[in-house]
């Protein structure tokens, strides 16, 4: 079955940084695009980065602009979040997902996964 598994998240200090990962199985994971997404509390998910297919394209949100970098290897079926200078406001579950179309809205995504938390203490 479809999975996407993300992993990386855990709790690091302002200006820090981390790094999520996302395996993806299940499909065929080289023709979707893929983003991440994250939600704090009382909040809604909003949109991180995205990246296309073939890695070519990606876009960020102007909150993560020149901070944050999304890759992708289409040889280990993963995704990559490299998130740098990390601030309070970036607390959130972070989520991947893939969509056949390529979008930066989350109903537009088929797939998801369950979610890495990241805490920043100041």
């Known amino acids: 079955q479809v999975q996407l598994v993300e992993s990386g998240g855990g709790l690091v200090q302002v200006g820090g940084s981390l790094r999520l990962s996302c395996v993806a199985s299940?499909?065929?994971?080289?023709?979707?695009?893929m983003g991440w997404f994250r939600q704090a509390p009382g909040k809604e998910r909003e949109i991180v980065a995205t990246i296309t297919s073939s890695g070519s394209g990606t876009y960020y949100a102007d909150s993560v602009k020149g901070r944050f970098t999304i890759s992708r290897d289409n040889a280990k079926n993963t995704v990559y979040l490299q998130m740098n200078s990390l601030k309070p406001e970036d607390a959130a579950v972070y989520y991947c997902?893939?969509?056949?179309?390529?979008?930066?809205?989350?109903?537009?995504?088929?797939?998801w996964g369950q979610g890495t938390q990241v805490t920043v203490s100041s």
């Open positions: 997902a893939a969509a056949r179309s390529y979008s930066i809205l989350p109903p537009s995504y088929n797939y």
């Open positions: 299940g499909f065929t994971f080289s023709i979707y695009n």
